[in-house]
């Protein structure tokens, strides 16, 4: 079946610092590749998702690419701010059917002002 | 439009009893699944709904566990004799039909605690 292997926390990181979550991957066929976020005290978000090689995914700031050379999906934002403290995850389907998502372990980020 | 809700959104529980867990699901969405969020275990899937088909119950840890979809919408997860081990956050997701290219919507989770 596919795995995902993510960088592990915690990280963290002043305001308007740069980050970079690494996530990499191993499927069969080409899945779609997912951020999901949580915030304290509720449940998962899905932040981002890219569908196809080279897709880049975005929103609210943060961007991901799928790499399909490297294998990977690392996640980034240019500036963080504190309110992007949260646990950030990196899924992608279990198999190719979808029928359950498989997720990284989480990086737990807290931004300071 | 509505979310994917679940309740209750917290439950204490004495260890051997059972307890009922709801999800209802996004409208139109034909696909649900749970999952458990734990300390030591990470995010794991526990089962898979898609319409009238009978469920993928792959992820189930137990026999003590087991869920049930009236009517192809809402669904319920029962744990029976509950452990301190079932300690955990419950989540449930919905989206279309699954394939590798859905998304799964989750809801706010139910967090259990067995004393």
Redesign the interface.
Known sequence: GNSVTQMEGPVTLSEEAFLTINCTYTATGYPSLFWYVQYPGEGLQLLLKATKADDKGSNKGFEATYRKETTSFHLEKGSVQVSDSAVYFCALPANQAGTALIFGKGTTLSVSS | GAGVSQSPSNKVTEKGKDVELRCDPISGHTAL?W?RQSLGQ??E?LI?F?GNSAP?KS?LPSDRFSAERTGGSVSTLTIQRTQQEDSAVY?C?SSLP????????????TRLLVL
Do not use: C, I, M, V
């Open positions: 699944y999952y990470g995010l899937f898979y898609q993928d992820g989540l997701a699954a394939s590798s290219r859905e998304t799964q919507y989750f809801g706010p989770g």
